[in-house]
């Protein structure tokens, strides 16, 4: 499985990015999540979704600012983030998970300036 992060960028607080991951692969039962990393810390888990059904699950610090959502029929997934914070600059990674599989993107840069 390759997965391919593309979206990050620089942006002012309160603006908006997108970022997308596409997956070389996947089956009906496995999970995308995204995560991040910020200088310093822990990675930590942002949000995630299932391919069938499209649940979707978020860290308490970013609901109601960010949307993950997927497009079957192009294997991506994306994560919009919107009301940008200082304290969302991180290195963003996106995972892919499933019955013996953990898969990770390259990861993409988020710098949000104040």
């Known amino acids: 499985v390759q997965l391919v992060e593309s979206g990050g960028g620089l942006v002012q607080a309160g603006g908006s990015l997108r970022l997308s991951c596409t997956t070389s692969?996947?089956?009906?039962?496995?999970?995308m999540r995204w995560f991040r990393q910020a200088p310093g810390k822990e990675r930590e888990f942002v949000a995630s979704?299932?391919?069938?059904?499209?649940?979707?699950y978020y860290a308490d610090s970013v609901k109601g600012r960010f949307t993950i959502s997927r497009d079957n029929a192009k294997n991506t997934v994306y994560l919009q983030m919107n009301s940008l914070k200082s304290e969302d600059t991180a290195v963003y990674y996106c995972?892919?998970?499933?019955?013996?599989?953990?898969?990770w993107g390259q990861g993409t840069q988020v710098t949000v300036s104040s």
């Open positions: 692969t996947r089956t009906f039962s496995d999970i």
């Open positions: 979704i299932k391919w069938t059904g499209g649940t979707t």
């Open positions: 995972n892919q998970g499933g019955a013996g599989l953990d898969s």
